[in-house]
């Protein structure tokens, strides 16, 4: 089946470095996602990584996929208080549908 | 590019109304998503199309729920009638081959 889960909760002070973690079933997805939703807001897209990798980095992301165990992490560095929101982790079965987790919420403390 | 448009961005109604949500999305993007988002349920798929053919309408919850995409360029989400569980965030996305959706802001439905 289908099934993304995280943690719902993270609190950080800021400066710290972040990091949110996901767990998915779809071994055959071919992208894994991270979004991010503001209050009253959309969301967003973060990065991708494709499933041929390990890690990707863009600037204060990185991204570590491990498919052996079928985890996805998010690592956000020099968090600011401008990064709390919700991150969602999402998989891709196929057919060009997401499935999403619950998303966590990130709380940055000054 | 004015990204994923939706209408109305709030709406109230009484139980028993027909409600249609509207989408307009980004030009040239053969894929179009409707999710459904509440506390309880979380981001839930109600159905997507592609290049104006429904693909997979499997989350649509009940028969009170109707989709439609006449062309490249609409899609909207119709509810009749409307009850008070309907009330959610919707979202539609939008996607080029179906590699990552650009959302738009949601459409607050409560229904009283």
């Known amino acids: 089946g289908e099934d993304v889960e995280q943690s719902l909760f993270l609190s950080v002070r800021e400066g710290d470095s972040s990091v949110i973690n996901c767990t998915y079933t779809?071994?055959?997805?071919?992208?894994l996602y991270w979004y991010k939703q503001e209050p009253g807001a959309g969301l967003q897209l973060l990065t991708y990584?494709?499933?041929?990798?390990d890690m990707k980095q863009d600037q204060r992301l990185t991204v570590l996929l491990n498919k052996k165990d079928k985890h996805l992490s998010l690592r956000i560095a020099d968090t600011q208080t401008g990064d709390s929101a919700i991150y969602f982790c999402?998989?891709?079965?196929?057919?060009?549908?997401?499935?999403f987790g619950q998303g966590t919420e990130l709380s940055v403390k000054p | 590019d004015a990204g994923v448009i939706q209408s109305p961005r709030h709406e109230v109604t009484e139980m028993g109304q027909e409600v249609t949500l509207r989408c307009k999305p980004i030009?040239?993007?053969?894929?179009l998503f409707w999710y459904r988002q509440t506390m309880m349920r979380g981001l839930e798929l109600l159905i997507y199309?592609?290049?104006?053919?429904?693909?997979?309408d499997s989350g649509m919850p009940e028969d009170r729920f109707s989709a439609k995409m006449p062309n490249a360029s609409f899609s909207t989400l119709k509810i009749q009638p409307s009850e008070p569980r309907d009330s959610a965030v919707y979202f539609c996305?939008?996607?080029?081959?179906?590699?990552?959706?650009?959302f738009g802001s949601g459409t607050r439905l409560t229904v009283v």
């Open positions: 996305a939008s996607t080029l081959g179906g590699i990552g959706h650009t």
């Open positions: 779809d071994s055959s997805s071919t992208y």
């Open positions: 990584i494709f499933s041929n990798m």
């Open positions: 999402a998989e891709s079965p196929g057919g060009g549908k997401l499935i």
């Open positions: 030009s040239g993007h053969d894929y």
């Open positions: 199309f592609n290049n104006n053919v429904p693909i997979d």
